[in-house]
């Protein structure tokens, strides 16, 4: 380790700054942001940096640098482009044993400026020592994407609860469990999405009964079609902090890999005539986790509310007061489309969309198949590739031309992804030559003639 990382309080501090130019200004602004009392000594100075001074309260010396302007300053940064004077800055700082920092000049330093990832109070610095600042600042856009802007009032709201907690949690060890849980968990997610009236509320009702603090909770997460880039930041967040992990048949193996290595992980997948486990027990198993105290993560392929029985799953966790979320996930129509260049709506082909169940919860394919008629609306079948020779037939037994473009987008966005078209009086016979296997949507109508120009994903169209 070249240099030790350490939290400098500049708050009303003296800060001498050497030179005026970009690169002085850029020191300025995060000095300024940091409380500094400025001072500056250059010859001239930016216009940006001259009114930053008028705004914070600094002063500027107009000339060449001197060992004397150093004066009190608590830190000196040399920011000139002449090697001259910041190697006598430097040797000037560190004969007063005054911190000193020489942009671009590490082996000048006896302090270095990180980059910074500002959530305040709470700040992420990142540093290679001056050995690599291109690798740094991409470390920085990384965790700048990761790290939700609200971290700052999760922050802050756990810095307004230490004393109350420490009041009723008075030995260091249960109280320190007690804010792993809630800056990991249900309190945390209130305040980063706003609630934070209820997270307080729910922290004093717990330290009002300190006996029972390990309550579990429930996150209902859309794993998306199959690629782990889709997945949410915060659906990724949820992931891994949970303790159990139940997913079904649609969700990819690589997303499960994500969960924390310590996980339990419980499959409950379902196909049609064949359920791992029941969806009623599966609603019970939820509710029973929760009730041990965990956090548990249901993983569904594509979004919890669109025929993922999402609803029917939180349900029994409303019924008794258990904690739960749900984060919505990238839908199959959504991705199989977009992977597969049909979009679908389109000035010129369809106005309106209509995402339909494959198949109803007896089985059976009861629609008012009169509703999906219209040559202006894309129809999207979820759950459909049993049922599609009679969708095919029924559609056109009610008036849709056989000539109407069907694609069949199957295991969309993964690398085994196949697109199979055809049309409404082709399809039944396409089935049967290209056996695709779920999962697989069904897409209907004129926008499926894009794909040929659109497709850009996986193999070019035949």
Known sequence: MDFLPLGLKLSDARVLLVGGGQVATRKARLLARAGARLAVLAPDIQPELAALLAQTGGDWEQGEYHSAGIGEAVLVVAATPHRAVNEQVSADARARRIAVNVVDAPELCTVVFPAIVDRSPLTIAISSGGNSPVLVRALRRRLE???????????????????????????????RLFWEQAMDGAVAELVLAGGETRAEELVRGQLADVGHLHRGEVYLLGAGPGDPDLLTFKALRLLQSADVVLYDRLVAPAIVDLARRDAERIYVGKSRADHALPQGQINTLLLTLAQQGKRVVRLKGGDPFIFGRGGEEIE???????????????????????????????????????????????????????????????????????????????????????????????????????????????????????????????????????????????????
């Open 145 to 175: 994407a990761m790290l939700p802007a609200a971290y700052g009032r999760l922050a802050r709201f756990a810095g307004r609860l230490r004393e109350p907690v420490r009041m009723a949690i008075p030995e260091a060890t249960p109280r």
């Open 316 to 462: 029994l966790l409303a019924q008794h007061r258990i904690p739960f979320q749900v984060i919505p996930g990238i839908t199959a129509a959504s991705a199989a489309a977009c992977y597969a260049g049909i979009p679908l709506t389109h000035r010129d082909h369809a106005q309106s969309v209509r995402f339909v169940a494959g198949h109803l919860r007896d089985g059976s394919l009861d629609h008012d198949w009169t509703q999906f008629l219209s040559e202006q609306e894309t129809l999207v079948f979820y759950m459909a590739l049993v049922g599609l020779p009679v969708i095919c037939e029924e559609l056109q037994r009610h008036g849709r031309s056989a000539d109407t473009p069907v694609a069949l987008v199957e295991r969309a966005t993964t690398e085994q992804q196949r697109v199979i078209t055809g049309t409404l009086g082709t399809m039944a016979g396409i089935i049967g030559r290209h056996q695709p296997q779920p999962p697989t949507l069904v897409i209907i109508g004129s926008v499926v003639r894009l794909h040929e120009r659109l497709a850009w994903f996986g193999e070019a169209p035949d």
